[in-house]
């Protein structure tokens, strides 16, 4: 089956706009998350969905990064006001259930902000 | 806070050879250890997992052994080929906590 995907792959974007990338979970998965991977360094947690609730967001840097998982499935990470700090690839991930299950990558957004 | 510390950062291997991978691990509420493959350019593919009730685990060339009272779990892989070159990231968690800690990585390089 399809597995997990996100859009757009690369976004370029200046310092100051704001940002949504999304990510679509494979079907039928409880539990989705979001990570952060530099160059050369392994993922670094952001966020993470059970269904729809938001169980643990102390992984984002500041208040200008927030996600959302509306409807349990699509998830939305947006960062308002880029900095130049903000670029990195941006990985999602999903599992089955909550407790553990296996986590599935993304093919991850490259942001870049200029 | 939570950290789990990855060696070596670099290893070379002849084909044929094994290699041997070390994490430590700083959360003792920590009891699910899954090791990812990334190739250049691609996405962290998981190769093999343990968890707290064992202490080894085996899948064909891969291996991977687990002590909590040390706190600490290694990866093994027999008979290197060139295909195995890669990063290599180790990563703990709490089952209920969902979140994975990454390692910070181990890039080899497995020479024909």
């Known amino acids: 089956g399809a597995g997990v995907s996100q859009s757009p792959r690369y976004k370029v974007t200046k310092r100051g706009q704001d940002v949504a990338l999304r990510c679509d979970p494979i079907s039928g998965h409880v539990s989705l998350y979001w990570y952060r991977q530099a160059l050369g360094q392994g993922p670094e947690f952001l966020t993470y969905f059970n269904y729809e609730a938001q169980q643990d967001k102390s992984g984002l840097p500041n208040d200008r990064f927030s996600a959302e998982r509306p409807e349990g499935s699509i998830s939305t990470l947006t960062i308002q006001r880029t900095e130049q700090r903000d670029s990195a690839m941006y990985r999602c991930a999903s599992s089955l259930g909550v407790v553990y299950n296996e986590q599935f990558f993304g093919p991850g957004t490259r942001l870049t902000v200029l | 806070g939570e950290n789990v510390e990855q060696h070596p950062s670099t290893l070379s291997v002849q084909e044929g050879d094994s290699a041997v991978i070390k994490c430590t691990y700083s959360?003792?509420?920590?009891?699910?250890f899954p090791w990812y493959k990334q190739e250049l350019g691609k996405r962290p593919q998981l190769i093999i997992d343990i968890r707290s009730n064992v202490g080894e685990k085996k899948d064909q060339r891969i291996a991977v052994t687990l002590n909590k009272t040390a706190k600490h779990f290694s990866l093994h892989i027999t008979e290197t080929q060139p295909e195995d070159s890669a990063v290599y990231f180790c990563?703990?968690?709490?089952?209920?906590?969902?979140?994975?800690?990454f390692g910070q990585g181990t890039e080899l390089s497995v020479k024909p």
């Open positions: 959360d003792s509420a920590s009891n699910y």
């Open positions: 990563a703990a968690s709490r089952a209920e906590g969902g979140k994975l800690i």
